[in-house]
């Protein structure tokens, strides 16, 4: 606040330094100075006001270098909008400069230094996002009670050699220790569901009393809610009766319900610090390394690290079911490239795609003797598995002799021809 006392040769106190040739003045005309008032209009007490008018002076601070200007230009860089990597918050953005640069300094310093640097902090404001007014109530769990499930889903992701994928992490975290296990996949099936869940049970060597879900398709048929309880859906009923636990859903539309691992959600967003930096086959260890460094790291809100307390939990958790049930819900999956002749290959056969996915990398699921084919969580095809070299569908066939061929009126017949011929040379 300024305060504007003009006098002879209109003099003004702008600031708390000027308060002392303000006295010398006030003096020269032989005025008494309101102390009280001037404290009142500059906002300030009226002792400080009587140091300044004794003449104190400030200490000039004496402006240090920081380390962190070293990674200006590069931060910078960074947080421009020509770059494809996102940083939705701060810590994310001090973890990949960690973790690349070699930057060496406490998450409270670098966050000092952003807020300081205004064209820096800018970038982290303008995609601010509002708290929710009602507060959440606090609760703990006994030891291998509860775990809770999440899916951080359809994550639009640009691989290193331009794919543009949709990604999605599961992350199973158990209530009472903290520790979480989180896997990637392409879809979310209920078969992959059950698959992530049984390794995550089998890692923790045993399975929590209760699960903690919200109301996903692969869960519920129908969504919880104030009023109703909802019902299970009777796939992942059995799944839980073989395995066990309790199934408790969340009311629809209170996320809450499951607040530990919707923390755990905004940490996940470290993975668009890579856009356009990781082949596909390289982001599941990323995610098993973010995962390590959370699980062997002090936990924030327990001041404990997970890893030491999940051997605590251990002793509480139910024993797994035997190995036959588990691997009754256990689906093997590949990341596979469609070759330029329309086909992926599984144990030394090829498999017909549509002649779109040419080039791309697929999901492959395999259970019940099924390839399920996938591309960004979508069903492109299903094949039986079989001891054939060459297993064609044949739309999938005639779009690839279309390409190769060009426009043939008896393109058809052609095609059906050589699917005989190969079928002759190379059926079981």
Same mark, same amino acid.
């Given at each position: 606040?300024?305060?504007?006392?003009?006098?002879?040769?209109?003099? $003004?106190?702008?600031?708390?330094?000027?308060?002392?040739?303000?006295?010398?003045?006030?003096?020269?005309?032989?005025?008494?100075?309101?102390?009280?008032?001037?404290?009142?209009?500059?906002?300030?007490?009226?002792?400080?006001?009587?140091?300044?008018?004794?003449?104190?002076?400030?200490?000039?601070?004496?402006?240090?270098?920081?380390?962190?200007?070293? %990674?200006?230009?590069?931060?910078?860089?960074?947080?421009?909008?020509?770059?494809?990597?996102?940083?939705?918050?701060?810590?994310?953005?001090?973890?990949?400069?960690?973790?690349?640069?070699?930057?060496?300094?406490?998450?409270?310093?670098?966050?000092?230094?952003?807020?300081?640097?205004?064209?820096?902090?800018?970038?982290?404001?303008?995609?601010?996002?509002?708290?929710?007014?009602?507060?959440?109530?606090?609760?703990?769990?006994?030891?291998?009670?509860?775990?809770?499930?999440?899916?951080?889903?359809? &994550?639009?992701?640009?691989?290193?050699?331009?794919?543009?994928?949709?990604?999605?992490?599961?992350?199973?975290?158990?209530?009472?220790?903290?520790?979480?296990?989180?896997?990637?996949?392409?879809?979310?099936?209920?078969?992959?569901?059950?698959?992530?869940?049984?390794?995550?049970?089998?890692?923790?060597?045993?399975?929590?009393?209760?699960?903690?879900?919200?109301?996903?398709?692969?869960?519920?048929?129908?969504?919880?809610?104030?009023?109703?309880?909802?019902?299970?859906?009777?796939?992942?009923?059995?799944?839980?009766?073989?395995?066990?636990?309790?199934?408790?859903?969340?009311?629809?539309?209170?996320?809450?319900?499951?607040?530990?691992?919707?923390? &755990?959600?905004?940490?996940?967003?470290?993975?668009?610090?890579?856009?356009?930096?990781?082949?596909?086959?390289?982001?599941?260890?990323?995610?098993?390394?973010?995962?390590?460094?959370?699980?062997?790291?002090?936990?924030?809100?327990?001041?404990?690290?997970?890893?030491?307390?999940?051997?605590?939990? $251990?002793?509480?958790?139910?024993?797994?079911?035997?190995?036959?049930?588990?691997?009754? %819900?256990?689906?093997?999956?590949? %990341?596979?490239?469609?070759?330029?002749?329309?086909?992926?290959?599984?144990?030394?056969?090829?498999?017909?795609?549509?002649?779109?996915?040419?080039?791309?990398?697929?999901?492959?699921?395999?259970?019940?003797?099924?390839?399920?084919?996938?591309?960004?969580?979508?069903?492109?095809?299903?094949?039986?598995?079989?001891?054939?070299?060459?297993? %064609?569908?044949?739309?999938?066939?005639?779009?690839?002799?279309?390409?190769?061929?060009?426009?043939?009126?008896?393109?058809?017949?052609?095609?059906?021809?050589?699917?005989?011929?190969?079928?002759?040379?190379?059926?079981?």
């Amino acid at each position: 606040m300024k305060l504007s006392l003009n006098i002879k040769k209109n003099f $003004k106190v702008e600031s708390l330094e000027d308060l002392a040739d303000f006295k010398i003045v006030m003096e020269s005309l032989n005025m008494k100075i309101n102390k009280s008032e001037v404290a009142r209009q500059m906002g300030v007490d009226r002792r400080t006001v009587e140091k300044y008018l004794k003449g104190y002076k400030p200490s000039q601070k004496r402006n240090k270098h920081s380390q962190i200007d070293n %990674y200006y230009n590069e931060i910078k860089k960074l947080l421009s909008d020509k770059c494809e990597q996102k940083f939705y918050y701060k810590r994310i953005l001090w973890q990949y400069l960690k973790d690349n640069y070699g930057l060496n300094c406490a998450y409270s310093t670098f966050r000092a230094y952003i807020i300081k640097h205004e064209e820096l902090d800018h970038y982290f404001k303008k995609g601010k996002h509002k708290l929710s007014p009602s507060g959440t109530t606090r609760y703990e769990t006994k030891a291998g009670h509860q775990a809770q499930f999440d899916w951080k889903e359809d &994550i639009r992701f640009k691989t290193k050699d331009n794919q543009e994928l949709s990604l999605n992490i599961g992350v199973l975290l158990l209530s009472y220790s903290r520790f979480k296990i989180m896997q990637v996949t392409m879809s979310k099936s209920s078969e992959v569901l059950h698959n992530l869940l049984v390794n995550a049970f089998e890692a923790i060597d045993g399975v929590p009393h209760e699960l903690i879900t919200d109301n996903m398709k692969t869960v519920m048929t129908q969504p919880r809610t104030e009023f109703s309880s909802g019902q299970i859906n009777r796939r992942f009923k059995q799944f839980a009766d073989d395995f066990s636990f309790k199934v408790r859903p969340c009311i629809a539309g209170r996320p809450r319900t499951k607040g530990k691992v919707e923390s &755990i959600m905004k940490i996940l967003d470290e993975i668009h610090a890579y856009q356009g930096e990781l082949y596909l086959d390289e982001v599941p260890t990323f995610i098993s390394n973010l995962n390590d460094r959370l699980n062997y790291s002090v936990h924030v809100g327990t001041g404990k690290i997970p890893i030491i307390e999940l051997e605590k939990e $251990k002793s509480s958790l139910q024993p797994l079911p035997n190995a036959h049930v588990r691997n009754s %819900y256990k689906v093997k999956h590949k %990341y596979l490239k469609v070759n330029r002749s329309n086909m992926i290959t599984y144990q030394s056969n090829q498999y017909s795609v549509p002649a779109e996915y040419c080039g791309k990398t697929v999901e492959v699921q395999i259970y019940d003797q099924i390839l399920h084919v996938y591309y960004n969580t979508k069903l492109i095809v299903e094949h039986p598995i079989t001891r054939r070299k060459l297993n %064609y569908q044949k739309q999938h066939y005639l779009e690839t002799l279309a390409i190769s061929c060009g426009d043939h009126d008896d393109i058809d017949q052609i095609a059906l021809d050589n699917l005989k011929t190969i079928g002759e040379l190379y059926d079981e």
